[in-house]
């Protein structure tokens, strides 16, 4: 993860900072004090101040799978399920010949 204290010289940019959350991608960085969006690799650090990482969970989609490891053509694909909602939709009874 990202460090929690770091020291940077006043008039410079923090640099990159490398950070992960299980399932999540970073989409940015807020200024804690303001609220508004801080670019690590560009905004001038003038004060002690506290960033935040913004994140945002990874979606996926779930395919259903006819025997044989074919997609089912019954069954819609189900996309943008968010990581760790576990919210899918009951696809029901396949019908047809597979």
């Known amino acids: 993860g990202a460090p929690t204290s770091l020291t940077v010289n ?18 940015g960085w807020t200024d804690t004090a303001t ?9 001038p650090v003038l004060a002690p101040m506290t ?8 979606q996926y989609t779930v395919r259903f ?3 044989g ?8 694909d189900q996309t943008g399920i968010s990581y760790g909602t576990g919210l899918i939709t009951d696809p029901g009874t396949p019908t047809g010949t597979f």
Request: net charge negative; aromatic share 4%; proline share 11%.
């Open 35 to 43: 609220g508004n969006p801080w670019n690590t690799m560009r905004d």
């Open 10 to 27: 006043e008039g410079q940019p923090i640099g990159t900072l490398t950070t992960s959350k299980e399932g999540h991608h970073l989409t």
């Open 69 to 76: 490891l074919t997609p089912n053509p019954t069954i819609t």
């Open 65 to 67: 799978l006819a025997p």
């Open 51 to 58: 960033i935040k990482a913004k994140w945002e969970a990874d």
